[in-house]
T-cell receptor, first 114, second 114 residues
Framework: DQQVKQNSPSLSVQEGRISILNCDYT??????FLWYKKYPAEGPTFLIS?????DKNEDGRFTVFLNKSAKHLSLHIVPSQPGDSAVYFC?????????????FGQGTILTVHP | DGGITQSPKYLFRKEGQNVTLSCEQN?????MYWYRQDPGQGLRLIYY???????QKGDIAEGYSVSREKKESFPLTVTSAQKNPTAFYLC?????????????FGQGTRLTVV
């Protein structure tokens, strides 16, 4: 049962344009969402997060939007740069008794072309 | 520098052998986690620990064992009972187990069964 889904395995974007990565979730108990970036043979690095009490969080070129009614979040990267090419994972955390463990999506491979 | 150190980076194991992956952190984090990544899949939680001498099974604990004798260390043993051990293993930690906080990852260990 995949509670966090990234339905697009890959995304290709031209440098300077916007990249939009999408993520859907099914568990209503999720209250904190994160995006991680991962290069091959390396550990994921934290990018940006959003709490369920917000619908938008911005950090430089990265903005995450949360639509709780649709159980959907998205990561916008503007402008996209070739160095952004990596695998992006969406992750979710449920408060209460889940003890802070994260549930990850399958990842989306982003390729930014010069 | 503070961080999470996983060793070795690459590990080869013969079928039927147990092998232990090391994870050390000097971030003074309470919680530690082990995830496994397979191609085309997200990170799946193997085990996690919120405090010394305590750990809990994650979603795919069968064939694995852990210990948490020190706050800084959370080694993972892949036993011969694990049917498909070839994967990329990631260790992570977070400052506390509940509440909104991101997990910080090590660089990973690539385990290959030969």
């Amino acid at each position: 049962d995949q509670q966090v889904k990234q339905n697009s395995p890959s995304l290709s974007v031209q440098e300077g344009r916007i990249s939009i990565l999408n993520c859907d979730y099914t568990n209503s108990m999720f209250d904190y969402f994160l995006w991680y970036k991962k290069y091959p043979a390396e550990g994921p690095t934290f990018l940006i997060s959003i709490s369920s009490i917000k619908d938008k969080n911005e950090d430089g070129r990265f903005t995450v939007f949360l639509n709780k009614s649709a159980k959907h979040l998205s990561l916008h990267i503007v402008p996209s740069q070739p160095g952004d090419s990596a695998v992006y994972f969406c992750a979710a955390h449920a408060g209460g008794t889940s003890y802070g463990k994260l549930t990850f999506g399958q990842g989306t491979i982003l390729t930014v072309h010069p | 520098d503070g961080g999470i150190t996983q060793s070795p980076k690459y590990l080869f194991r013969k079928e039927g052998q147990n092998v232990t992956l090391s994870c050390e952190q000097n971030l003074n984090h309470d919680a530690m986690y082990w995830y496994r990544q397979d191609p085309g899949q997200g990170l799946r939680l193997i085990y996690y620990s919120q405090i010394v001498n305590d750990f809990q099974k994650g979603d795919i604990a069968e064939g694995y064992s852990v210990s948490r004798e020190k706050k800084e260390s959370f080694p993972l043993t892949v036993t011969s009972a694990q049917k498909n051990p070839t994967a990329f293993y990631l260790c992570a930690s977070s400052p506390r187990l509940t509440g909104n906080t991101e997990a910080f990852f090590g660089q990973g260990t690539r385990l290959t069964v030969v």
